[in-house]
Nanobody
């Protein structure tokens, strides 16, 4: 199952973007959706995750208060609203999902989308 991630682009400092991550039709509903990101020359890092209910969320300290993760259970889709973007947010953003427990470790995720590039210019 290949997740479909989109919504990246070029934005100025302080701007906003909304990323989407969709599972193919008739895919069973995932338990956890998570966003990771990878900047050039750096390891892939955890950004945010959301549970099946859409109530429990987790954020990296670097994005807390600026990013909001949400999901549409009916459509098996997750979103990442990114506000007050900074140059250090520039990275390829990857969505990932799992039917079991997730957490911040990317090794726990068996389903991934291709990266969508976010570039924040100063």
């Amino acid at each position: 199952v290949q997740l479909q991630a989109c919504g990246g682009g070029l934005v100025q400092v302080g701007g906003s973007l909304r990323l989407s991550c969709a599972a193919p039709e008739r895919t069973a509903r995932f338990n956890i959706y998570t966003w990771f990101r990878q900047a050039p020359g750096k390891e892939r890092e955890f950004v945010a995750s959301i549970d099946r209910s859409g109530v429990s969320t987790d954020y990296a300290d670097s994005v807390k208060g600026r990013f909001t993760i949400s999901r549409d259970g009916a459509k098996n889709t997750a979103f990442l609203q990114m506000n007050s973007l900074k140059p250090e947010d520039t990275a390829d953003y990857y969505c990932a999902a799992t039917y079991t427990s997730g957490g911040r470790d990317r090794r726990n995720y068996g389903y991934w989308g291709r990266g969508t590039l976010v570039t924040v210019s100063s």
